[in-house]
């Protein structure tokens, strides 16, 4: 999801730091959750909105 949203805010390799912080507080905020159908771990983590 991190080279997704880098991509979309056109942001640099060096942006990829930002991006983390981005999804930590999107998912702390209750906004997004991780698809436990997926991998569980982190570097390979899909993302699902609050409402699926």
């Known amino acids: 999801m ?3 949203l880098r991509d979309r805010f056109r942001l640099s390799e060096s942006g ?3 991006v983390s912080l981005v999804i930590k507080a999107t998912k702390e905020a209750g906004l ?5 159908s997926e991998s569980t ?10 409402w699926a």
């Open 41 to 50: 771990s982190t570097r390979y983590a899909s993302y699902l909105p609050f």
């Open 2 to 4: 991190s080279n997704t």
């Open 32 to 36: 997004i959750k991780m698809d436990e």
């Open 16 to 18: 990829a730091a930002t």
